[in-house]
């Protein structure tokens, strides 16, 4: 038998640290990529390399706020705001 070390990642929250998981209580990724698209697929938010959990308060707010341009004065038709459903 060999025993090999393997790389995982999980995807936390940038806010506050709570790591995604799945049903099963926990859930490790080989690699960035696929921790990235399950963590969206949950419902996070993904701004270029940080992750927010769903969890919708003022401290999430501000890390949304920094990643986003300044708001347009008027919105086009059909376009959605971010946070909302
Ligand atoms: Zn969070």
Request: charged share 15%; hydrophobic share 35%; proline share 8%.
């Amino acid at each position: 038998m060999t025993l090999n070390p393997v790389t995982a990642y999980t995807a936390a929250c940038n806010a506050c640290g709570e790591v995604l998981e799945d049903e099963d209580g926990g859930t490790l990724f080989t690699d960035p990529v696929s921790a990235t698209a399950a963590a969206s697929a949950y419902g996070w938010t993904i701004l270029g390399d940080q992750h927010l959990c769903p969890t919708q308060d003022a401290t999430h707010q501000k890390f949304i706020d920094q990643a986003m341009p300044p708001e347009p004065a008027f919105q086009a038709p059909g376009q959605l705001t971010i946070g909302e459903e």
